[in-house]
């Protein structure tokens, strides 16, 4: 980004091919429109580009990117004047074929689904993007005692919410279990 602030343009290409992909799946969630997510995407980093004076060098880029990113995927839902759908994309075959597992992650998704978007977001950030506590805080603009706050209220309701629909065997939630921090 550095390079990028100081008027490199294939410094700009590299940041797009590195975090593009990881981006266009934070926007598919929750929107399941190809389309818009792409959308969405392209304005994240139209937006980076008009705030790159702004970007500190001092900082860690990923929470800076992801902050623009929520941003305008919040705007968005703003706009059309609805929630997102909060569906989650856990892909079935990244877990080991074991049936109890794959129901386990189909009720996950719906189960996750089901809750606050504060408590949603920093599920998925710390889950499906590998963001730190601290990291989140920054993204979501919180501290890092309240995200820590979400998240255990997160998995709380994600564990009722499974054992309500059934997911009570130690098979079934080692998934949910593995994910946990």
């Given at each position: 980004?550095?390079?990028?602030?100081?008027?490199?343009?294939?410094?700009?290409?590299?940041?797009?091919?590195?975090?593009?992909?990881?981006?266009?799946?934070?926007?598919?969630?929750?929107?399941?429109?190809?389309?818009?997510?792409?959308?969405?995407?392209?304005?994240?980093?139209l937006q980076l580009h008009r705030a790159r004076a702004d970007y500190r060098?001092?900082?860690?880029?990923?929470?800076?990117?992801?902050?623009?990113?929520?941003?305008?995927?919040?705007?968005?839902?703003?706009?059309?004047?609805?929630?997102s759908e909060g569906a989650l994309a856990i892909d079935p075959a990244s877990?080991?074929?074991?049936?109890d597992e794959l129901m386990a992650a189909r009720e996950l998704r719906q189960?996750?689904?089901?809750?606050?978007?504060?408590?949603?977001?920093?599920?998925?950030?710390?889950?499906?993007?590998?963001?730190?506590?601290?990291?989140?805080?920054?993204?979501?603009?919180?501290?890092?005692?309240?995200?820590?706050?979400?998240?255990?209220?997160?998995?709380?309701?994600?564990?009722?919410?499974?054992?309500?629909?059934?997911?009570?065997?130690?098979?079934?939630?080692?998934?949910?279990?593995?994910?946990?921090?």
């Open positions: 980004m550095s390079r990028y602030q100081r008027g490199d343009r294939a410094a700009f290409r590299q940041l797009f091919e590195r975090y593009a992909p990881r981006l266009r799946r934070t926007m598919l969630r929750g929107l399941h429109d190809r389309e818009v997510a792409d959308d969405l995407l392209q304005q994240t980093f060098t001092d900082a860690s880029f990923r929470p800076w990117i992801y902050t623009i990113a929520l941003n305008v995927k919040r705007s968005y839902f703003r706009r059309v004047g609805r929630r877990i080991d074929g074991d049936p189960a996750v689904a089901t809750l606050p978007a504060a408590q949603r977001q920093v599920v998925e950030l710390f889950w499906f993007e590998g963001f730190s506590f601290p990291e989140i805080a920054g993204v979501v603009g919180s501290t890092h005692g309240a995200v820590k706050v979400r998240a255990h209220r997160a998995y709380k309701s994600i564990r009722a919410t499974l054992e309500r629909q059934g997911v009570t065997e130690p098979g079934q939630l080692a998934y949910l279990g593995r994910l946990a921090p």
